[in-house]
Structure formats: C-alpha cells, structure tokens
Nanobody, 124 residues
C-alpha cells in the first residue's frame, strides 16, 4: 500500500513559478512509477508528467513541455513538479499518482494510488 500526500500549491500570477511535492509512504514506493495529473473545474483529469522509478525516463504532456519538470528523490520518497512560466490555463487541482509497473502511462486508469490533490491557481 502506498499513500501519497501533495503540497506546494497556491495562488500565483502568470509567469511565476511553483514547485509541487508529493511525499510517498511505503517502503516499496521508490520502485513505483510516479506521475502528476491535473483537473480543472468542469474538465476531465488529464496527464501532466510522469517519471519511472530510477528517474531515467520521463514524459510530459505537450501543454507543459518545456515549462514543467518532474523529478524524484528516492532517498526522501518524494516526487517534485517544478512549474515555470505558469499560465492561467494551468489553474487546476494537481494530483500525484503511482503504480508499480516500470512503464509510463498517460491514462489515469492505469494508476493505482492517488493523493488528495493540491490547488494551483494562476491569475492573469
């Protein structure tokens, strides 16, 4: 069992940066593929970025590529999402997710564990 707790959300202006953190519990969590999803009001939850257990492979949604960076510190059981050049359309609740397979999936249905989410609001 893996528990995920996100933090770092907030209210920022367009062009600002934020770093989200996702702390994972469970001794095997460092072997899990981790991802970030987001959900804006009235919209489906969408894939943002993912990283494999060793950090060797990452994948990003086209909408955030070049602006967001996913990373992980397995010694701290924590995954990060560095978000730069934020835009109002990045406003959403951001969720951390995990699964135990050495693959990157963009479908939310492939992820077994989810955090409670953290709100990111970008004003124009």
């Amino acid at each position: 069992q893996v528990q995920l707790v996100e933090s770092g959300g907030g209210l920022v202006q367009a062009g600002d940066s934020l770093r989200l953190s996702c702390a994972a519990s469970g001794r095997t969590s460092r072997t899990y593929t981790m991802a970030w999803f987001r959900q804006a009001p009235g919209k489906e939850r969408e894939f943002v970025a993912a990283i494999t257990s060793g950090g060797g492979n990452t994948h990003y949604a086209d909408s955030v590529k070049g602006r967001f960076t996913i990373s992980r510190d397995n010694a701290k059981n924590t995954v990060y999402l560095q978000m730069n050049s934020l835009k109002p359309e990045d406003t959403a609740v951001y969720y951390c997710a995990a699964h135990s397979r050495p693959m990157i999936y963009i479908s939310r249905t492939r992820y077994d564990y989810w955090g409670q989410g953290t709100q990111v609001t970008v004003s124009s």
